[in-house]
Antibody, heavy 112, light 112 residues
Framework: EVQLVESGGGLVQPGGSLRLSCAASGFTFSNSWMAWVRQAPGKGPEWVANIKPDGSEKYYVDSVKGRFTISRDNANNSLFLQMNSLRAEDTAVYYC?????WGQGTLVTVSS | DFVMTQSPDSLAVSLGERATINCKSSQSVLYSFNNKNSLAWYQQKPGQPPRLLIYWASTRESGVPDRFSGSGSGTDFTLTISSLQAEDVAVYYCHQYYSGLTFGGGTKVEIK
């Protein structure tokens, strides 16, 4: 059974940083495209970033380019999202995804 | 870029009646590798993460009641709830995972 467990969310001030982690199990992580998707309060899901199985290609939504970095550790079946220069509009639940399956999400709140 | 257009935005159906939600993709999501459509449907209730209902356009996720069914191919897809139950009140999203991840705008299903 696919399991994706996110961690690392929390309350952070504007301009601050957070690093999200996702522990994956139940599938061949090293062969899988992985992604982060977020959902702001009262809004629909929004793709944030994805990464090729070997980590050689990474793609980002325009609104996070230059601020967020997706990475992975295939030896430990883990996915990461480093988020810098956070803004109020980044407030959302962030989900780790191996399409079409999702984790339970971790809440990021950017507020002073 | 893929655009997923869901209709209607909201839907009120009597208990026991059929609910039908449509999703149109701007490009085909048919994956030639396995001749399957990379299209999923999710149900989301307030305060909960999205729940996977259907993937590969018509494959029901384990544990999902058989009143939920998915159909369609290429660019046009449908989620049908054959006999609406009170617990089906939720927002439903379609999602393509053929190229990156793109989501429909959601359909709110209510009881008439």
């Amino acid at each position: 059974e696919v399991q994706l467990v996110e961690s690392g969310g929390g309350l952070v001030q504007p301009g601050g940083s957070l690093r999200l982690s996702c522990a994956a199990s139940g599938f061949t992580f090293s062969n899988s495209w992985m992604a982060w998707v977020r959902q702001a309060p009262g809004k629909g899901p929004e793709w944030v970033a994805n990464i090729k199985p070997d980590g050689s290609e990474k793609y980002y939504v325009d609104s996070v380019k230059g601020r967020f970095t997706i990475s992975r550790d295939n030896a430990n079946n883990s996915l990461f999202l480093q988020m810098n220069s956070l803004r109020a509009e980044d407030t959302a639940v962030y989900y780790c995804i191996v399409a079409p399956r999702w984790g339970q999400g971790t809440l990021v709140t950017v507020s002073s | 870029d893929f655009v997923m257009t869901q209709s209607p935005d909201s839907l009120a159906v009597s208990l026991g009646e059929r609910a039908t939600i449509n999703c149109k993709s701007s490009q085909s999501v048919l994956y030639s590798f396995n001749n399957k459509n990379s299209l999923a449907w999710y149900q989301q209730k307030p305060g909960q993460p999205p729940r996977l209902l259907i993937y590969w356009a018509s494959t029901r996720e384990s544990g999902v009641p058989d009143r939920f069914s998915g159909s369609g191919s290429g660019t046009d897809f449908t989620l049908t709830i054959s006999s609406l139950q009170a617990e089906d009140v939720a927002v439903y999203y379609c999602h393509q995972y053929y190229s990156g991840l793109t989501f429909g705008g959601g359909t709110k299903v209510e009881i008439k």
